[in-house]
């Protein structure tokens, strides 16, 4: 029995979408998916439907690198509401406890401190995470108690930028893989004495992925409708992008097969270690696979087809 044939085209790249407000993230890789006309489609980090900014999106081959985007620094300017607790931690939830208590900028910033390098951190009952099988956020919607026990999360920067009144401060942090900003919201607010929740939030960065290279999605749309699914093409960023963060080793022409073929080849040249897991492996500027270097050998773990 023959195989079917994938639907859509064998394409591969990166997209750094500029996410609107209101829109899920799964909906907009579904019109990434339909605007390329593309057999495979994934993101890198889910944003909630009150979030905008950095959505990195891999199409075809992409996908295979998601991972090390998830593991990127992630950047994030937010504004906080002061005065009420909800349940989602975010304006799109119910309120659960008012405080008439507004803190100060000198307050708030003398508690930052508490929360920046490594903290540990509860997420919010509305969140992805999966508890005996099932999403938190489903078993939040349906009425039932959902208590997330606490993790570990770093927090390498965080900051005030601004207090536009008594009601609201905004801020930015950059933070490790895991990190949940609606909590960090709120459980700043309780620091301080009263509650809060996140009416605003931006992701500035994931990664490599920042605004300098973002595209909105109707900007696509637009393009889509002057041509074909293949003139947007040019808009896709190469699969390496994703490994911009790893070493890096440049594969001679005579070994190019054997890595094609996913076999070890052994490496030549001065500064090039005995021992490092992961690196990816280029030829001419194209990357051809991830994997490990061993006694001087690099390990081909995943192989990507000619882009």
């Given at each position: 029995?023959?195989?079917?044939?994938?639907?859509?085209?064998?394409v591969?790249?990166?997209l750094?979408i500029?996410?609107?407000?209101g829109?899920?993230?799964?909906?907009?890789?579904a019109?990434?998916?339909?605007?390329?006309?593309?057999q495979?489609?994934g993101?890198?980090?889910?944003?909630d439907?009150?979030?905008?900014g950095?959505?990195?999106?891999a199409?075809?081959?992409a996908t295979k690198?998601?991972?090390?985007?998830?593991?990127?620094?992630?950047q994030y300017?937010?504004t906080i509401?002061?005065?009420?607790?909800?349940?989602?931690?975010?304006?799109?939830?119910?309120?659960?406890?008012?405080s008439?208590?507004?803190?100060?900028?000198?307050a708030?910033?003398?508690?930052?401190?508490?929360?920046?390098?490594?903290?540990?951190?509860?997420?919010?009952?509305?969140?992805?995470?999966?508890?005996?099988?099932?999403?938190a956020y489903d078993?939040?919607?349906?009425?039932?108690?959902?208590?997330?026990?606490e993790r570990?999360v770093?927090?390498?920067?965080?900051?005030?930028?601004?207090?536009?009144?008594?009601?609201?401060?905004?801020?930015?942090?950059?933070?490790?893989?895991?990190?949940?900003?609606?909590?960090?919201?709120r459980?700043?607010a309780?620091?301080?004495?009263?509650?809060?929740h996140v009416?605003?939030?931006?992701?500035?960065?994931?990664?490599?992925?920042?605004?300098?290279?973002?595209?909105?999605?109707?900007a696509?749309?637009?393009?889509?409708?002057e041509?074909?699914?293949s003139?947007l093409d040019r808009?896709?960023?190469?699969?390496?992008m994703?490994?911009?963060?790893l070493?890096?080793?440049?594969?001679?022409?005579?070994?190019?097969?054997r890595?094609i073929?996913?076999?070890?080849?052994l490496?030549?040249?001065a500064?090039?270690p005995?021992e490092?897991?992961p690196?990816?492996?280029t030829?001419?500027?194209?990357?051809?696979a991830?994997?490990?270097?061993?006694?001087?050998?690099f390990?081909p773990?995943r192989?990507?087809?000619?882009?």
């Amino acid at each position: 029995m023959s195989r079917r044939k994938p639907k859509g085209r064998d394409v591969s790249g990166w997209l750094c979408i500029d996410k609107a407000v209101g829109q899920t993230s799964t909906a907009c890789v579904a019109s990434v998916k339909r605007l390329f006309d593309a057999q495979k489609v994934g993101h890198a980090g889910t944003l909630d439907p009150l979030a905008s900014g950095v959505l990195p999106i891999a199409l075809g081959e992409a996908t295979k690198t998601v991972p090390f985007v998830q593991d990127g620094a992630k950047q994030y300017r937010f504004t906080i509401t002061w005065g009420a607790d909800t349940d989602s931690d975010d304006a799109d939830g119910t309120v659960i406890a008012t405080s008439d208590i507004r803190p100060t900028r000198e307050a708030i910033e003398a508690e930052l401190p508490a929360f920046t390098g490594e903290i540990m951190q509860r997420p919010p009952a509305f969140s992805a995470i999966k508890i005996g099988g099932e999403r938190a956020y489903d078993l939040a919607r349906e009425g039932e108690k959902v208590e997330l026990a606490e993790r570990p999360v770093s927090i390498r920067r965080l900051a005030v930028l601004e207090m536009p009144d008594a009601d609201h401060a905004v801020l930015e942090a950059e933070c490790g893989k895991g990190t949940y900003v609606r909590s960090l919201a709120r459980d700043l607010a309780h620091r301080l004495g009263t509650c809060g929740h996140v009416s605003a939030l931006r992701r500035l960065a994931v990664g490599p992925f920042d605004d300098t290279n973002m595209i909105p999605l109707t900007a696509l749309i637009t393009a889509r409708e002057e041509g074909p699914a293949s003139g947007l093409d040019r808009l896709l960023m190469p699969i390496g992008m994703a490994l911009t963060a790893l070493p890096e080793v440049v594969i001679q022409r005579t070994d190019l097969p054997r890595v094609i073929r996913g076999q070890s080849v052994l490496l030549r040249g001065a500064g090039i270690p005995v021992e490092a897991d992961p690196v990816h492996a280029t030829y001419g500027g194209r990357t051809l696979a991830i994997g490990a270097i061993e006694r001087g050998e690099f390990h081909p773990k995943r192989v990507f087809k000619s882009q």
